[in-house]
């Protein structure tokens, strides 16, 4: 499986552009994972459902399945971060790619992803695991670089770059304990 993850500041369009780069590499017959980090509390389910009673109960996993899908709740009765790597083990093996969104800190290759109409700062001079620039103003990046820059209003770009990349993406667990 090949992993990458992407990194930038809220609003700089990582959401957008991985959602544009997944039917990119679906057409291309893969399968696609995605790994996203919340910052704060979030919650899939609804009042009323037989799962969010299930949870509100006390239950500490609740799975429900259908012939179409398959989600997986798990609540932590004490709080804790969990690493990329942890949840990235949680995939189903048979995954092609997963794309990580967040994790800016995270010991894993990754693209940023920086807006120049913003006045934020870019990480890719102090972050060893940026391998490229998704950009959509590759004249105002502050600082100069030799990394790829990548077009971030072309999602077919940036995929015939990941996939270009070759074992540089593929993912070792063992590396990660």
Request: no cysteine; charged share 25%.
């Amino acid at each position: 499986m090949n992993v990458v993850g992407f990194a930038g500041y809220s609003g700089s369009g990582k959401t957008t552009l991985i959602e544009r780069l997944i039917p990119e590499l679906r057409g291309r017959g893969l399968r696609v994972s995605v790994v996203k980090h919340a910052r704060h509390g979030f919650d899939m389910d609804r009042p009323g459902k037989d799962t969010f009673r299930h949870r509100e109960a006390g239950a500490f996993e609740v799975v429900v399945a259908s012939n179409e899908r398959l989600a997986l709740m798990r609540e932590f009765e004490v709080a804790q971060e969990l690493s990329v790597h942890q949840l990235i083990a949680e995939l189903y093996d048979g995954v092609d790619w997963v794309l990580v969104e967040g994790f800016r800190d995270a010991d894993l290759l990754k693209i940023e992803v920086w807006r120049g109409r913003t006045d934020r700062s870019v990480r890719y001079p102090n972050d060893d695991f940026v391998v490229a620039i998704a950009t959509d103003s590759p004249a105002e990046l502050p600082v100069p670089t030799g990394l790829p820059v990548l077009d971030l209003n072309n999602p077919s770009a940036v995929d015939d770059w990941l996939l270009s990349q070759g074992e540089r993406l593929t993912y070792n667990p063992e590396l990660y304990p």
